[in-house]
């Protein structure tokens, strides 16, 4: 009997242990699908290589662009989130940080403007020299979005 409560209690110690060890890790980040709304400006997200997230304690918030998360992290800066952008290449999420971005004419009707993001800086290099502007990183892009508010 005894030796089946220290069995018993050992299994209950590992398990618990195993589930602290699981919960602690960052959840990875999942890709962001066309269809889902804007945490900033509430719009439905319709080209999912120019969406961006947030994820805040793993709860995932996510943005239509770039440039929309940029400003929303400029009004409300965070220590403890992590920032993804989706790579234009592959569709795949990336740290913000290590992207390089590219400046592009999002819709021609009303002339917004955004950035693509890349993984490669080969990639964003080709890409900027076809649209002729300059290659820019993350904090090239809080920095103007901080000097706008």
Known sequence: MRRT???ATIWTA???????FLGFRPAPPQTIAEGEVCYKCRTVITNHKLAAEIMDRN???KYKTTGCMA??????????????VTDFGSGGLIE?????F???LVNDTTGERDYRAYYSHGMA???????DVPVLR???ILTKMKARA
């Open 5 to 7: 409560l220290i069995t």
């Open 59 to 61: 709860l995932p918030t």
């Open 71 to 84: 400003a929303y992290v400029a009004n409300h800066p965070s220590d403890d989130s992590r920032y993804y």
């Open 102 to 104: 590219v400046p592009v």
């Open 138 to 140: 993350w904090n090239d």
């Open 125 to 131: 290099d080709i890409a900027a020299q076809i649209l």
């Open 14 to 20: 590992f398990i618990f242990a195993v589930y602290v």
């Open 96 to 100: 913000a940080e290590h992207a390089f």
